[in-house]
């Protein structure tokens, strides 16, 4: 079945208000929700709302926390979330940056004392709205094994690049360090689908496709050459731990539990460089229009699979959801009636 977002706007919006969450915060969580389920990145958007109702019932979370900006130069700024929403803080601290980035050509920016923020590319895709090419990234608690390694170490440590391209439109790059997210894994398990060889591992440091057995996610580049996602992993790492103040992914508390009351002090960090910063706006579109174009031209091996730029699969899902809904399955579909029936809200399903 699928459904509306505007929909599924109004019943989130109904929730987070009787948890005390304020309006603009809850626009701007539900925002980065529907932006991510709209364009077909499902493992990080809608599915993921009872997840972060649970996180604010038990208080790792808070409803009205007290985020603000504690440090800012020229080119460099920090924004603390003081243990609120992710999105909430990542989308402030992103107009935050795109600004600074229009007045000083590139800037940067780190979030401390943060939670989940979902979909790492709703952030660069917000600063690249903003006449800017966008950077974000984001750690985790540990998901992923080193290079040889056994167990998990890094998180899955996302990378999110995004450029605007004309007519509205943009050149979009948002992936994990690892073959995959660790939530896909969780939608394998809920679906009973098996998962691709040599991207997980169980507790003994063995491939599976097992997604029940699967306690760890190898880096990206697999077996023979994670060694480049386990270097894109740490530097990911590095840039919101460390560099910013905060703890590195090993020391973080689990996403999934079994502790969800205290605070798990994420690290998100974003970059802005405007579109002036090296040359004229025009040039620069006319060196993007020039790019585009050239990759277009470029012969597929299958006729009627053509060469997609980075994004375009989004952009077409995303025309398909507006008009016809984002698909629900039957645990989706179970968590909303779950929490349509304890917070007194009406949806139809």
């Known amino acids: 079945m699928k459904i509306l977002p505007n929909k599924i706007n109004k ?10 969450v304020p309006k ?17 990145v499902d493992s990080h958007g809608i599915r993921l ?31 603390d979330a003081d243990d609120g929403l992710g999105h909430v803080a990542a989308l402030k ?3 935050i940056v795109s600004s600074m980035a229009k007045k000083n050509g590139i800037a940067s920016i780190g979030i401390i004392n943060s939670s989940h923020y979902g979909a790492a590319g709703v952030y660069s895709m917000d600063i690249a709205q903003n006449d800017c090419v966008g950077f974000s990234f984001t750690h985790s608690d540990a998901f992923a094994i080193p290079y040889n390694g056994k167990k998990s170490f890094h998180g899955t440590n996302p990378y999110s690049f995004t450029a605007p391209i ?3 439109d943009f050149l979009h790059a948002d992936f994990s360090s690892t073959s995959i997210a660790w939530n896909k894994v969780m939608r394998a398990r809920a679906n009973s689908t098996k998962l691709n060889s040599e991207i997980a591992l169980d507790k003994s440091g063995n491939y599976t496709t097992n997604p ?3 306690v760890s996610l190898a880096p990206l580049g697999g077996k023979e050459y994670g060694y480049k996602g386990f270097g894109l992993s740490s530097s990911v790492e590095i840039m919101c731990g460390p560099l910013i103040g905060m703890a590195h992914g090993y020391r973080l508390l689990s996403m999934i539990g079994p502790d969800f009351s205290t605070p798990r002090k994420l690290g998100h960090f974003l970059i802005a460089i405007s579109l002036n910063a090296f040359t004229t706006k025009k040039q620069y579109f006319k060196g993007m ?20 730029y980075p994004g375009e699969k989004e952009k077409i899902t995303s025309k398909k959801r507006l008009k016809t809904g984002i698909p629900i399955d039957k645990e989706l579909k179970t968590d909303f009636l779950f929490l349509a029936n304890k917070y007194k809200v009406k949806i139809n399903l």
């Open 24 to 40: 603009k915060d809850r626009n701007l969580l539900i925002k980065s929700l529907l932006d991510s389920s709209i364009r077909g």
């Open 166 to 168: 004309g007519n509205k």
């Open 93 to 95: 601290a992103s107009a």
């Open 289 to 308: 229009k020039n790019y585009m174009s050239d990759l277009k031209k470029q012969k597929s091996k299958k006729n009627n699979n053509p060469i997609l």
């Open 11 to 20: 019943f989130f919006d109904s929730i987070l208000s009787k948890l005390s």
């Open 49 to 79: 709302f009872s997840h972060y109702v649970k996180c604010i019932e038990n208080g790792r979370i808070k409803a009205k926390p007290k985020m603000k900006l504690i440090k800012k130069n020229r080119g460099v700024a920090v924004y």
């Open 212 to 214: 029940y057995n699967a």
